[in-house]
């Protein structure tokens, strides 16, 4: 069974860092894109970065420049490394698998709570 687990959420001031992981067990690692999303109180839940299996990546727009997601694969972790934090940027994040060969499943975190407040 494929479980992923999340850490590093939090309360920091605004202009401050996080690091958010995301630790894959219960299968191959390599054959996900990873991804990080986010939902705010009365939003909807939003595509935040992806990262591929081969490193392609993307982003949503507000984080561009702020946010860099990554992978590790000797540790079977994704990470969200999010610098220069905002208000806006508050939510709980979730981190998502997708397998990249069929059948495509996905599978989520519990989600992890991020706050940006002063």
């Known amino acids: 069974q494929v479980q992923l687990v999340e850490s590093g959420g939090g309360l920091v001031q605004p202009g401050g860092s996080l690091r958010l992981s995301c630790a894959v067990s219960?299968?191959?690692?390599?054959?996900?894109?990873m991804a990080w999303y986010r939902q705010a109180p009365g939003k909807q839940r939003e595509l935040v970065a992806l990262?591929?299996?081969?490193?392609?990546?993307n982003y949503t727009d507000s984080v561009k420049g702020r946010f860099a997601i990554s992978r590790n694969s000797a540790k079977n972790t994704a990470y969200l490394q999010m610098d220069n934090l905002k208000p806006e940027d508050s939510a709980v994040y979730y981190c998502n698998a997708q397998k990249e060969i069929t059948p495509r499943d996905d599978y989520w975190g519990q989600g992890t709570q991020v706050t940006v407040s002063s």
């Open positions: 219960g299968s191959i690692f390599s054959i996900y894109t």
């Open positions: 990262i591929t299996s081969g490193g392609n990546l």
